[in-house]
């Protein structure tokens, strides 16, 4: 079957959508890919430049630049992250074909059935991870929006107040036009690079669940097999009346082998996945921080408060996700020796617990995402970074 008929009939079509999108499915042709860069590269490379220009317009107001830096930090993050997703293709493309190749292979229906039952929770997290998150890009521009259709007419005839400030836009820019008379392209333009900004990793994410899910299910499914070695025949060897001893071997034999497919599958999302994830997680504690504080000081101006409420909460949720999957994949790993460690190893014959000792040896120590190599994705790396995102907040306070 042809690849891209294949996920586009299956649970992962979402991601073959939005890779397509951003031209990022390894399986288009280099034409299409490289059309779908230049529109990218001209829209969301001129909003980058026109914030930079905006941010040195204000280097020498401290309020400003402070409130400047959270997008400037989005902008980098997402940025370097298309730019690591273009170079990773090959090992994307590699990955949605392991998928392919482990989905068509010979499985007893119980684990044709856990394969099918995590492929649809990735499908149905993918879409409500898109929709909760893009509708936050969505309430952030409308309140951005709204702190321009409500401003009083004192505000508006007041320019002396503060030279600085730019109402009802995202963040800093500078056009090198007049703002006030081109503020409706000025806000489509900002508005079209803040939903990219949140659209691109989005992309990443659901291509991260699709990738995690599938993993989990491949634990699943050897965890399964452990478990019921004296139970399920194997027809993988050529063999449909096994001796119980010759059964038990076999068994052991086959979920070694998908038991190593595993985690050579988990150590190639790590090597696509591991370096744009260290920047993510380095950008977004510090950005945590910076967002804290504007939500701190504009406890009086509801329409900005919602603004920065609604970044606020989009930054949280995406940082929790990224360490959720990773604690799930501990946890996954995990139940595998488990599982090794209950099997009926006492009926079993010398050959097959020699084996089944080899699984314990190398399940014995969870698998783990990375960021960098450095942080371990689970629940206390989530931790720790709300932690240090309390630390920039209170010093950020002190200064003020």
Not at 155 to 171: F, L, M, R
Not at 208 to 218: D, S, V
Not at 274 to 289: A, K, N, R, V
């Amino acid at each position: 079957m042809d690849i891209d008929q294949f996920f586009q009939n299956s649970h992962y079509n979402i991601s073959r959508i939005l890779l397509s999108i951003n031209g990022l499915w390894p399986f288009h042709t280099k034409i299409k890919r490289y059309v779908i860069y230049f529109a990218l590269v001209l829209i969301i490379g001129s909003g980058f430049i026109f914030q930079v220009m905006g941010a040195i317009e204000v280097r020498e107001d401290s309020f400003e630049i402070i409130d400047t830096l959270p997008f400037l930090l989005l902008g980098i993050v997402v940025i370097c992250k298309m730019m690591f997703a273009v170079y990773m293709l090959p090992k994307i493309k590699l990955l949605l074909i392991k998928i392919q190749e482990y989905s068509l292979i010979s499985k007893s229906n119980e684990e044709h059935k856990i394969h099918n039952l995590h492929a649809m929770f990735g499908r149905n997290l993918s879409y409500a991870y898109t929709y909760i998150v893009l509708g936050h890009s969505i309430l952030f521009n409308v309140a951005t929006l709204l702190t321009r259709l409500m401003r009083t007419k004192g505000e508006k005839n007041d320019t002396s107040s503060n030279e600085h400030t730019q109402v009802g836009v995202a963040y800093r820019v500078n056009y090198v036009i007049d703002f006030d008379k081109y503020y409706a392209i000025i806000f489509i333009h900002t508005t079209f690079c803040i939903v990219w900004y949140v659209f691109l990793p989005v992309t990443l994410d659901v291509l991260y669940i699709t990738l995690i899910e599938h993993c989990r299910g491949m634990f699943a499914a050897v965890k399964y097999r452990l478990e019921n070695a004296l139970l399920l025949e194997n027809d993988n060897y050529g063999s449909t009346k096994t001796s119980t001893r010759n059964k038990f071997y076999l068994n052991m034999v086959y979920s070694i082998r998908r038991h190593t497919e595993t985690i050579q599958f988990l150590n190639l999302i790590n090597s696509a996945y591991s370096p744009p994830l260290f920047m993510h997680m380095g950008g977004m504690m510090l950005g945590l921080g910076i967002v804290e504080y504007q939500v701190a000081t504009n406890m009086h101006n509801i329409n900005r408060l919602l603004k920065y409420i609604s970044f606020l909460n989009g930054l949280i949720i995406n940082v929790f996700f990224e360490n959720w999957l990773g604690q799930k994949i501990i946890d996954s790993s995990e139940k595998v020796f488990e599982s090794a460690y209950n099997a009926e190893w006492y009926n079993m014959p010398l050959a097959a617990r020699k084996l089944l000792v080899l699984i314990m040896l190398k399940s014995i120590k969870p698998m783990v995402l990375t960021a960098g190599k450095f942080m371990a994705l689970s629940y206390v790396t989530f931790n720790a970074i709300m932690r240090t995102t309390s630390s920039y907040f209170m010093l950020l306070q002190s200064l003020s």
